[in-house]
């Protein structure tokens, strides 16, 4: 595992792309449904209990948050989506943010759509897919609380969920995932090694 992850600390908030870091570098964006489990996947990528929590302070749940890896490299947490109770107003605010971020990044190397592994794809989710597909970049479909299924169950829903991606362009990778059994992080690293141009670089210098 390269040590720049468990690095990782709060950078900024942004209400806006103006509002956000330079566009240098590498950055990994994770986007997810509220309580799909995107903030602890995040914190057991990083092994960190409380890194994502500050995406959920109030005000901070339409923000892009920015987490620093290096000086150069970066994780962000995008709004979680799917909520019931949101204005019309508050909805076209976010798509506006999701889609000029998407599009405009270009530090942006990857996009990780995080999905529980018992109800994958939802409405949301597709739109996600959509958006990505424009923007033309690498994905991974991280199908998280694998540990809720029993092995043949999450074996399957991989399998449903690679089926329905196979015709999506570019690169796209589906995986199984648990924050509470640490499982999958290490395939997620080499990914996302990949994707922030750390390869072969110990210390991510
Ligand atoms: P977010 O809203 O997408 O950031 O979701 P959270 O990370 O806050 O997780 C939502 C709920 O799912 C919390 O109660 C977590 O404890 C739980 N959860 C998240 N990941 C896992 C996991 O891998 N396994 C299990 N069993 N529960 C999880």
């Not at 508050?90 to 889609?99: C, D, E, H, I």
């Not at 033309?136 to 609380?145: I, M, Q, R, V």
């Not at 999958?184 to 080499?190: D, F």
């Given at each position: 595992m390269n040590p720049i992850y468990?690095?990782?600390?709060?950078?900024?908030?942004?209400?806006?792309?103006?509002?956000?870091?330079?566009?240098?570098?590498?950055?990994?964006?994770?986007?997810?449904?509220s309580n799909a489990g995107k903030s602890s996947a995040i914190n057991a990528l990083c092994y960190q209990?409380?890194?994502?929590?500050i995406s959920k302070t109030p005000g901070r749940t339409q923000q892009l948050i920015f987490f620093a890896l290096d000086d150069a490299r970066r994780l962000v947490d995008l709004p979680g989506y799917g909520y019931a109770k949101v204005s019309e107003r508050?909805?076209?605010?976010?798509?506006?943010?999701?889609?000029g971020y998407l599009q405009r990044r270009r530090s942006l190397a990857g996009f990780v759509v995080v999905m529980d592994a018992r109800h994958p794809l939802s409405v949301f989710d597709s739109r996600m897919l959509a958006w990505r597909r424009q923007a033309?970049?690498?994905?991974?479909?991280?199908?998280?609380?694998?540990?809720k299924l029993g092995?043949?169950?999450?074996?399957?829903?991989?399998?449903?969920?690679?089926?329905?991606?196979?015709?999506?362009?570019?690169q796209v990778q589906v995986e199984l995932f648990s924050a509470q059994a640490r499982q999958?992080?290490?395939?997620?690293?080499?990914l996302l090694d990949q994707w922030l141009a750390l390869d072969g670089c110990e210390d991510g210098v």
């Open positions: 468990q690095r990782a600390r709060f950078l900024a908030a942004a209400a806006c792309l103006d509002q956000a870091p330079p566009d240098e570098g590498w950055e990994v964006a994770f986007a997810g449904r209990r409380q890194l994502a929590r508050v909805k076209a605010q976010w798509q506006g943010l999701m889609v033309s970049l690498p994905l991974l479909l991280l199908l998280t609380k694998a540990d092995r043949g169950a999450a074996r399957a829903q991989l399998d449903r969920v690679r089926n329905v991606v196979a015709d999506e362009p570019g999958g992080v290490e395939s997620v690293h080499t």
